[in-house]
């Protein structure tokens, strides 16, 4: 017997403009901090980089344990009046803000020969901790509502080309700020806090942080109010089950275990280690490896623009004509390629301007194949939730994914959170001493993004999608 149920549910109009704004004042903010951060204690505040990297890996091994916990908690929660996902965000808020704020605002700058002073890297090492659990409360919350609020293929992509043209536009307003700054000093290679240029540094790169916090916690409450929840209330054989701890830890291994899910995780496991590698090279790259001075840090601006939005729109005309997982793999080699074609870098007497081109095609092409591949990953991960709700016993296609799509997406995190981890500590190390200015270093630190890249295409291509519809939304269920 065939009962109907409502049509599916799609994210439009201002809704659609709400739940993405995720990915602009969040992500301003993260990655903000996710790029700049290890430049401003290292070479402003004077921490050791290996100290840095210890804070920055931690954190980020700490949000990825909570998000498969947080996850597994938010799918094990009675939905109540303000729904079952949403009322987390306003738990997370506060937190985040304000550690967002606190994390460029040490209260001592390590002493000049004394990189390891220890109250200093303490400070760090205590707020970026708890602002990465709340920012993995928060993001958690706010990728798991996905297949919820938008059930076809169609909404899906829709949502995907929203959220990622406002991480491109985060990403480079996240960037053209602290370049703007950067160009400003005098010298940017002596910008230490005692240094003419860190006293620069650390006046502006605060007012910029609370800037995009504040921003940040309105995005927030715009998905808040964008998201609705209501359908819940609809399911009156809803039952809450109680899970004990043990049981919490056997749900996380339920995506684990799907094959198709578990290797679009890895493929962006891979994809985080390049992300992350490219991400801590910007500035000390262009510093020392291209000389920039002043008005020329501004070129990364133009790269980041032209090419991020360049291949966004080439990959978005690619993505209706080909087959998504085809165009996926595609967009993840050409970054690959253009990764290793960095080598060339190594040849130090090439002229500045053969440099300057090669760095311009280089990095607009990764980037723009970077901030392109949600256009694909986004739907790709909806769908095999969605279809990892169908093929569960619950006859209730809504309640089944209220029960598995957060620890679906908090095993995501989970995942993707190890690449950044492994990168930060990887970079830590090897730029630590002498090898922090060091041009050779950092350019076959910039080549090993291709090995990466790489790794991440293969494991795409294991995917197999079995409905090449998407899983059309199916309102029935044989009761």
């Keep these: 017997m065939e009962e109907s149920l409502p049509p599916p549910r799609e994210l439009i109009g201002k809704r659609l403009f ?29 921490l ?86 709340s920012r993995s409360l928060l993001f958690n919350v706010y990728i798991s509502m996905l297949p919820e609020q938008s059930q076809t293929l169609k909404n899906r992509e829709s949502v995907a080309s929203v959220r990622s043209a406002f991480s491109i536009i985060a990403s480079i307003v996240a960037l053209l700020l602290p ?41 927030v409450l715009f998905i808040f109010f964008s998201v609705d929840e209501s359908f819940h209330n ?32 890895i493929a962006g496991l891979f994809a985080g280690v390049a992300g992350k590698i490219l991400g801590l090279l910007i500035f000390p790259f262009q510093t020392y490896v291209l000389n920039f001075t002043s008005a020329e840090f501004y070129i990364y601006v133009l790269i980041s623009l032209f090419g991020k939005f360049g291949w966004y729109f080439f990959w978005l005309k690619i993505r209706k004509r080909n087959h998504i997982l085809k165009s996926y793999s595609t967009t993840i080699l050409l970054a690959s390629l253009s990764s290793f074609l960095g080598s060339f870098f190594l040849f130090g007497f090439l002229p500045f301007g ?17 901030y392109s591949a949600p256009l694909f990953s986004i739907p790709i991960r909806a769908a095999l ?14 309640i089944a994914m209220s029960k598995i799509s957060g620890s679906y997406y908090g ?27 060091n041009p050779i270093v950092l350019v076959l630190l910039s080549v090993s993004m291709g090995i990466f890249f790489l790794l991440s ?23």
Aim: aromatic share 14%; glycine share 8%; hydrophobic share 50%.
């Design 179 to 219: 370049l703007i700054i950067q160009s400003l000093l005098e010298d940017p290679t002596k910008a230490k806090w005692w240094d003419p240029s860190g006293r620069i540094v650390l006046f502006y790169i605060p007012i910029i942080g609370t800037c995009f916090a504040i921003f940040g916690l309105i995005s």
């Design 354 to 370: 053969f440099q300057l081109g090669l760095y311009i095609i280089i990095w607009s092409t990764v980037l723009g194949s970077m």
């Design 411 to 437: 095993l995501s995190s989970f995942i993707s959170s190890m690449g950044p981890a492994a990168a930060s500590l990887l970079v830590g190390f090897i730029l630590s001493g002498a090898n922090e200015e």
């Design 48 to 133: 050791n980089s290996i100290l840095v990297s210890i804070g920055v890996t931690t954190q980020l091994l700490v949000a990825a344990i909570f998000a498969i916990i947080f996850g597994v908690i938010i799918d094990n929660k009675k939905p109540g009046k303000l729904g079952k996902r949403r009322p987390f965000l306003l738990i997370g808020l506060p937190i985040w803000f304000a550690t967002t704020i606190l994390i460029w605002l040490p209260p001592w700058g390590c002493p000049d020969g004394n990189s390891l002073y220890l109250p200093t890297a303490i400070y760090f090492w205590v707020i970026i901790l708890i602002r990465s659990i």
């Design 385 to 398: 939730v969605y279809e990892a709700a169908e093929n569960s016993n619950e006859p209730n296609i809504d």
């Design 18 to 46: 709400g739940y993405s704004m995720g990915d602009l004042g969040m992500s301003l903010a993260n990655i903000f901090t996710g790029v700049y951060i290890f430049q401003y204690y290292v070479y402003t505040i004077n």
């Design 234 to 265: 609809m399911n009156d054989n809803y039952k809450r089950e109680k899970v004990t701890l043990m049981g919490r830890f056997r749900q996380m291994a339920i995506p684990a275990r799907d094959t198709n899910f578990r290797n679009i995780i």
């Design 457 to 479: 295409m293969i494991f795409i291509r294991k995917i197999k999608i079995h409905h090449i519809s998407f899983f059309n939304h199916k309102v029935t269920k044989e009761v």
